[in-house]
């Protein structure tokens, strides 16, 4: 049964149905750092049924300003399995399970997915994502962020490849550009689980200008 006390207000504003519909709703968030703790934040309490969130890394010290899933007693333990364990105290109907390895043994499984959430912060591994995501027939939403800048894209037909796939690393940041961008990616996420519209294959690049405005542009993706 649905508890309607717990998501009220959501309920308030697309109905019991659509809530409902929610639980049967299945996702993965691959990576569980800046991005993908905003992403099992936002998510996580939504009332998605079943949240898969991956990560082989652990938790450290200069982590968790950012990435705001963690504490300092969590310093040393698998993001992944942090993250999890929190969903489940702050959301008792939400099955949340962790997996401990990298990309490339998680995709082996076979799973099938509703939804696929990119949460790296490497390119390489978003164009193994983009491979199994089209594989799977499943749609996936990509966001990176660095400095004071970030793009987000809902992948359904447009070509990844467009991008210089390259073992960059990304520069400086600070706390609320990851939480803005993953807050961007998580509301798209979940307009596309409840069954509203979405733009798909449209990239945005937001950017803080030299007097502190932000910018944003969007441009059309080239299909496969």
Known sequence: MMPEAYFNRQIQLWGRDVQQGLQDKKIAIIGAGGLGCTLAMALGTSGIGEIHIVDFDMVSNHNIHRQIAFTLEDEGKNKAKVVSSLLKRKNPFVKALAFDMHF?????????????????????????????????????????????????????????????????????????????????????????????????????????????????????????
Request: charged share 25%; with cysteine.
């Open 104 to 224: 490339e043994d998680f995709k082996e499984m076979g799973n099938r997915y509703d939804l696929i959430l990119d949460a790296t912060d490497n390119l390489p591994v978003r164009e193994e994502i983009d491979r199994y995501a089209k594989q799977m027939k499943t749609p996936w939403i990509y966001a990176s962020v660095e400095e004071f800048n970030g793009q987000v894209c809902f992948f359904e037909e447009a070509n990844f490849q467009v991008f210089n796939i390259s073992d960059h690393k990304p520069g400086g940041i600070a706390a609320p550009i990851v939480m803005h961008i993953g807050s961007l990616q998580a509301n798209f996420a979940l307009r596309y689980l409840a069954g509203l519209s979405v733009m798909k294959d449209k990239l945005y690049y937001l950017y803080f200008n030299d007097e502190g405005e932000l910018i944003t542009q969007k441009f059309g993706m080239p299909k496969v």
